[in-house]
């Protein structure tokens, strides 16, 4: 599985991004796709989930409320992050799984290439 991710970019604090992610190759083993974040210095971390057909989704504490993933019918997969604060500059990744969701990334097996979000205050 193949993931490309897009959509990172620099934003004042309040501000808004899309980022998005289309997976390619053997999409039919996977069940989950998630995005993960590391900022400099930190572990890379748990934001969201979704199973494969859209639902149910899951979020990290830290950005329930304030971010979305979801699907749409081409299998593009996104994640709309709204009031974004400084703590949200990061790394994003896309990942997959054939497996149920974790938080733990060491559990994941496909990851795209990160994408910068830079959040200003």
């Known amino acids: 599985v193949q993931l490309q991710a897009f959509g990172g970019g620099l934003v004042q604090a309040g501000g808004s991004l899309r980022l998005s992610c289309t997976p390619s190759g053997r999409t039919d083993s996977v069940t989950t796709m998630g995005w993960f974040r590391q900022a400099p210095g930190k572990e890379r971390a748990f934001v969201a989930a979704?199973?494969?057909?859209?639902?149910?989704t899951y979020y990290a504490d830290s950005v329930r409320g304030r971010f979305r993933i979801s699907r749409d019918s081409a299998n593009t997969f996104y994640l709309q992050m709204n009031s974004l604060q400084p703590e949200d500059t990061a790394t994003y990744y896309c990942?997959?799984?054939?497996?149920?969701?974790?938080?733990?990334?060491?559990?994941?097996?496909?990851w795209g290439q990160g994408t910068l979000v830079t959040v200003s205050s």
């Open positions: 979704v199973r494969w057909r859209g639902s149910p």
């Open positions: 990942a997959a799984d054939p497996r149920d969701y974790s938080r733990i990334y060491r559990e994941w097996g496909y």
